[in-house]
């Protein structure tokens, strides 16, 4: 049994793959097995993790082209794991090399921390530095964010098999289980990353570690790229479906927190409307009535009062004060500037209808 499992999934990504499992193979903590789960690719990507797993008998390929979209091809892969934590790895991105130690400290250090993430550099398909992978961090951190973005950056993961196992927690189901059975969602894909963690923030411990582990490619067969609307509108619909079950297991009056959002650094039009004070104020109720206090519960309220007017002065002068107070976060900051400059950016803010989120 390796201490890691990693599952790195393809379909059809050859031209980064040899980058991915080489910065695995270079890790400085040697202990691992990698699962290559093929999505039936069709452009060398399988023959190429072949090759790399006749030179290193912990490289595994198994090729499963009629998996259930990602979620069931990670389930497929959860199913395979004998290890003390799942790492994830995708196969355009790059690990640095004291990743796995890292993570294999912070699990350590804390026998209840279930899910553990990390910060990370955006790359370009040249691998040129274009952005930062921000997260919140904190032990309070992936809880308070979890109604509002995904919490947890996927392909920076660790998480503990046999918590995972215990909870029958996988990828694209309810396992919580605190909405009635015939509202219950299922996400094979798009978002199936955001359902689970979202779900692990709100029964157990999660934490991202402040410190960049990754290089996160984005290129422009991103999902987040050629799926934009439906990707933000199935977030949305998690994001609300969350918060409800959170409101449920506490048994108190939950809030919508559609206004508040801001899935791939964007904020969601709602016709027109520009203050969201009463919603405000249910939130705040909410947040501080189910959460701990902590630093983290604080940051998070203010930044959601930063962006709960939609006047572009009244947001830009709480947004200053915000980060005046609790420090500039690039996430938050490139959501308050994407507002301010919708009508000169390329990706359009979306607005909510009764059948969903329209571009």
Not at 40 to 59: H, K, N, P
Not at 246 to 257: C, E, M, S, V, W
Request: charged share 20%; glycine share 6%.
């Amino acid at each position: 049994m390796a201490t890691f499992d990693v599952l790195l999934p393809v379909k059809n990504g050859v031209d980064y793959l040899a980058e991915a499992l080489d910065s695995i193979c270079l890790q400085t903590f040697r202990d691992w097995r990698v699962f290559v789960l093929d999505h039936g690719s069709t452009d060398g990507s399988l023959e190429m993790a072949q090759a790399y797993a006749e030179l290193d008998q912990r490289i595994v390929v198994r090729s499963l082209p009629h998996a259930n979209g990602l979620a069931g091809l990670l389930n497929m892969g959860l199913d395979m794991c004998d290890c003390k934590y799942v790492l994830r790895q995708d196969a355009d991105d790059v690990s640095l090399p004291g990743r796995m130690e890292v993570l294999a400290a912070a699990m350590g250090a804390d026998p209840e921390l279930v899910l553990v993430g990390s910060l990370g550099d955006v790359i370009d398909a040249s691998g040129r530095k274009i952005g930062l992978l921000d997260m919140p961090t904190g032990i309070h951190g992936v809880l308070t964010a979890t109604p509002f973005r995904t919490p947890v950056a996927h392909p920076t993961v660790a998480m503990r098999l046999d918590a995972l196992r215990c909870m029958d927690a996988k990828y694209g189901v309810d396992f919580i289980g605190a909405m009635p059975a015939d509202r219950r969602m299922d996400v094979p894909g798009l978002a199936e990353d955001y359902f689970l963690f979202g779900q692990l923030a709100l029964v157990s411990r999660c934490m991202n570690i402040n410190q960049s582990l990754i290089k996160y490619r984005w290129h422009g067969a991103n999902v987040g790229a050629t799926k934009y609307v439906d990707q933000t509108d199935l977030a949305l619909r998690i994001s609300r479906y969350l918060t409800e079950s959170l409101a449920i297991i506490n048994n108190t009056k939950g809030f919508d927190p559609a206004p508040f959002c801001n899935h791939g650094v964007n904020l969601i039009n709602f016709h027109g409307r520009t203050d969201f004070s009463e919603e405000y104020e249910q939130m705040r109720r909410f947040m501080t009535k189910i959460m701990p206090e902590s630093l983290e519960l604080q940051h998070e309220l203010s930044y959601r009062k930063a962006i709960s007017n939609r006047l572009k002065p009244v947001m830009a002068a709480r947004y200053a004060t915000h980060a005046a107070r609790h420090g500039v976060r690039h996430v938050e900051w490139r959501t308050v500037r994407s507002w301010m400059i919708q009508d000169v950016k390329k990706q359009p803010i979306l607005t909510l209808t009764p059948s969903g989120l329209v571009a």
